[in-house]
């Protein structure tokens, strides 16, 4: 089943906004850390690699994620927020302070001092908001398909930071823990379960309203929310118990399936040259191919360069694509919040407000949020 927007439950325009704003900011930020790689092949637990990585992942990705999801439960699946400010501020902060920490505690050799600091504010902020996320998904009747893949993706979420809050114990503070089961579940349930999850999740109703295409297959709705968990926890175990590429083969074929049904549906767009619709086919692409070089990774610790391969092309080629959930979820706001139109703003002398007369969709939606950011403290409802 495929949810319908219901837009007069959307919150306030000022709880996503701040995630949404701040995304740019880190990409900028992770542009400039490329200046820490050493020259030559980049290891996957270069100190500055990572960094980059969980720059993408926590400052870029995880903004927009948390912007948009705050929007899409709302308006989809009718989840309520009771003391949004409060939301806000619980959320916004240690996540912003928890990923500068990170960024710099991998830059400092894993200096302890930041790293455990790091990991008490984002577990704290992750896990927050994950509860709060999924408790307003409880509570809401609906149980279409992206309400029950959101559920999903937010459990994924809980045990990413779960799983790495361990790491920087086990880094930072010397627990007896395993490091490195714990870095390949990390990534597995942070790439795979948190990030493709969600993409999933919001596919369904976003792929057909905004590139007005058919809903996706009935039978893809309706078991993709329990199946790809169920894929990523099988895959995981195999990869552990080294079963070579036969453990890759759930999760693989769930991907390619998602990744032949979303460039099926792209192909019947009736908005052809919608500038969104580049994006879900570039992001497709970089998935198919980061599932190539999974499959390599699988053949053997020789290639385990492969495995660096998949996760760069993750988190740039997939997670780059839905870096358009910025300009998505602003458009989001624009549709989920018209009460927005009834706030009476006074227009610069000699302008005009800047959404009725932007040429682009991109201008529009990056003029309609910095005008509501310039009116922050305008009345609300």
């Known amino acids: 089943m495929q949810g319908w927007p219901s837009y007069d439950r959307a919150p306030p325009l000022w709880l996503p906004l701040p995630f949404l704003l701040a995304s740019p900011v ?15 092949p980049v290891s996957r637990f270069d100190p500055a690699a990572l960094a980059v990585a969980h720059l993408l992942a926590l400052g870029v990705l995880a903004n927009a994620m948390c912007g948009a999801a705050l929007q899409v439960l ?85 045990l990413t930071a779960g799983l790495g809050i361990a790491l920087a114990g086990t880094l930072g503070a010397g627990w007896p823990l395993p490091w490195k089961v714990l870095l390949d579940w990390h990534a597995l349930w942070g790439l795979g379960g948190w990030l493709l999850g969600l993409i999933m999740a919001v596919a369904a109703t976003v792929v057909p309203m905004f590139q007005i295409t058919p809903a996706y297959s009935a039978s893809w709705m309706r078991w993709n929310a329990g199946l790809w968990p169920a894929a990523l926890l099988t895959s995981g175990l ?21 990744v032949a049904e979303t460039l099926r549906l792209q192909h019947l767009s009736r908005r052809p040259c919608d500038w969104g619709r580049r994006f879900w086919q570039g992001a497709m692409a970089a998935l198919a191919l980061a599932l190539i070089a999974g499959w390599r990774a699988a053949q053997g610790p020789a290639d385990d360069g492969w495995a660096a391969l998949g996760g760069w092309l993750w988190l740039f080629g997939l997670g780059g694509g839905r870096a358009r959930c910025w300009a998505c979820g602003a458009r989001f706001c624009r549709f989920c919040c018209g009460w927005t139109c009834s706030v009476k703003l006074p227009p610069a002398p000699g302008r005009r407000p800047p959404w009725p007369c932007c040429r682009s969709p991109l201008s529009a939606e990056v003029g309609s949020a910095t005008r509501l950011a310039w009116s922050w403290d305008a009345p609300r409802r």
Do not use: E, K
């Not at 552990?240 to 759930?250: E, R, S, T």
């Open 26 to 40: 880190w990409l900028s930020a992770a542009g400039l850390s490329l200046a820490w790689l050493s020259p030559g």
């Open 74 to 158: 709302a308006v989809v699946a009718g989840a309520a927020f009771p003391r949004p400010r409060l939301l806000l501020h619980v959320l916004f902060w240690p996540l912003q302070l928890g990923c500068g920490l990170l960024a710099a505690a991998f830059l400092n050799g894993f200096s302890p001092w930041l790293l455990l600091p790091a990991a008490a504010l984002l577990g704290w902020a992750l896990l927050a908001f994950s509860a709060a996320a999924l408790a307003g998904a409880w509570r809401s009747p609906a149980r279409d398909a992206t309400t029950r893949g959101m559920i999903a993706a937010l459990t994924a979420l809980s």
């Open 238 to 258: 195999g990869w552990q118990l080294d079963a070579g590429w036969p453990a890759f083969a759930p999760a693989a074929a769930m991907v390619a399936v998602f």
